[in-house]
């Protein structure tokens, strides 16, 4: 178990002008950001991010509500990173997501559902690689 892991602000959670909030929501957690970025997919990099749910129903609308608007891609470091932000993060339906959970919290639907979290340190670092530079990572 990593002390790193990755996170993705989806569109609808920009949109809605909530990414401060998120961002210090995981502060308070305890994650520390060691990379941050916003900038807009091209759809290319939304299919190659989302490649293992390819064919699934949901893919293509999926693609498309990723390039919808700027995301904003975080590296976060903290002990056991991958379980504790996904524990952070809470379920994919945030009707679903515990109390007090970033989706819980922000998220609107199962597909806007405010934030990724990676669900293993191989796929963290495949998923980072996608935002980031690994010079770009202050560790
Ligand atoms: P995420 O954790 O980023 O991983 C895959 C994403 O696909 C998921 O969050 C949702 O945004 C979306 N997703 C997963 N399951 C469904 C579904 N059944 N219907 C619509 N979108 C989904």
């Not at 990414?19 to 941050?36: E, M, N, P, S, T």
């Not at 379920?91 to 806007?112: I, N």
């Amino acid at each position: 178990m990593g002390n790193l892991t990755f996170t993705m602000i989806k569109p609808d959670a920009v949109r809605a002008n909530n990414h401060a909030k998120i961002l210090q929501h995981l502060v308070d957690a305890g994650f520390r950001i060691v990379a941050l970025r916003m900038w807009c997919m091209s759809r290319n990099d939304a299919m190659r991010f989302y490649a293992v749910h390819k064919g699934k129903p949901f893919f293509e609308p999926l693609v498309e509500f990723m390039t919808s608007g700027p995301i904003i891609a975080a590296v976060l470091e903290k002990e056991d990173a991958v379980a504790e932000l996904r524990k952070t993060v809470g379920a994919t339906d945030p009707e679903k997501a515990e109390e007090g959970t970033v989706r819980r919290l922000y998220g609107a639907s199962v597909r806007q559902n405010a934030i990724h979290a990676s669900d293993s340190d191989e796929n963290a670092r495949i998923e980072w690689s996608i935002h980031f530079d690994e010079a770009d990572i202050m560790v």
